[in-house]
């Protein structure tokens, strides 16, 4: 199938620092891609949407100054935390669904672990 | 928006025996429902789906069925093995969304005993 690849898989940043988590489709184009974050034994909770060449739809109460979402080409979209602190810690996760057939389904990435410290 | 209701949140089963995992939605217009597996430290994967225009689908030991009357569906897991002992997820597309745009359960913590 498909593969959702992200980088890094684990950061540890120090409070008040910017970390950024890249999302790559490899071999399909993404014109949407997806940003979730999953907290521990919770659910994923949808971020926002990434779309390639325009902005970013934020979902409720999830703060775009905070969190910058650059969707630059087919194939990379970037979530930067901004100005992190503990509470952000969390296992942040990307989807993307196929440019040419997105009622196929949506291909996940591995996730990035962040640590605030 | 769409709100999908997972149950149970835990469930123990033998190795051998099949589990049974339930979700509701409450968007009448969703149409696609797909089901993920979770390992520790990992991605979902999603390990089956079905769309609103048949009423179960199978792939060998996974089975979901849905009932858009009611408004579920539910996976069944047949003959389970100790490595099916992960998180399972359901979830949902928003309203007017694009599939990729996912309403996800709370997540059944499965665990298969040998």
């Known amino acids: 199938g498909a593969v959702v690849s992200q980088h890094p898989s684990r950061v540890i940043c120090k409070s008040g620092t910017s970390v950024k988590i890249e999302c790559r489709s490899l071999?399909?184009?993404?014109?949407?891609m997806f940003w979730y974050r999953q907290f521990p034994k919770q659910s994923l909770m949808l971020m926002a949407t990434?779309?390639?060449?325009?902005?970013?739809?934020?979902e409720q109460g999830v703060e775009k100054d905070k969190f910058l979402i650059n969707h630059a080409s087919l194939t990379l979209s970037t979530l930067t935390v901004t100005s992190a602190h503990p509470e952000d810690s969390s296992f942040y996760i990307c989807?993307?669904?196929?440019?040419?057939?997105?009622?196929?389904?949506?291909?996940f990435g591995q996730g990035t672990r962040l640590t605030v410290v | 928006g769409e709100n999908v209701e997972q149950h149970p949140s835990t469930l123990s089963v033998q190795e051998g025996d099949s589990a049974v995992i339930k979700c509701t939605y409450s968007?009448?217009?969703?149409?696609?429902f797909p089901w993920y597996k979770q390992e520790l430290g990992k991605g979902p994967q999603l390990i089956i789906d079905?769309?609103?225009?048949?009423g179960e689908k199978k792939d060998q030991r996974i089975a979901v069925t849905l009932n858009k009357t009611a408004k579920h569906f539910s996976l069944h897991i047949t003959e389970t093995q100790p490595e099916d002992s992960a998180v399972y997820f359901c979830?949902?597309?928003?309203?007017?969304?694009?599939?990729?745009?996912?309403?996800f359960g709370r997540g059944t913590q499965l665990t298969v005993w040998p």
């Open positions: 990434s779309n390639e060449g325009s902005k970013a739809t934020y």
């Open positions: 079905i769309r609103s225009n048949v």
């Open positions: 968007d009448s217009a969703s149409n696609y």
């Open positions: 989807s993307a669904t196929p440019s040419d057939n997105p009622q196929t389904e949506a291909f």
């Open positions: 071999d399909f184009q993404a014109t949407t």
């Open positions: 979830a949902a597309p928003q309203r007017g969304s694009t599939l990729g745009r996912l309403y």
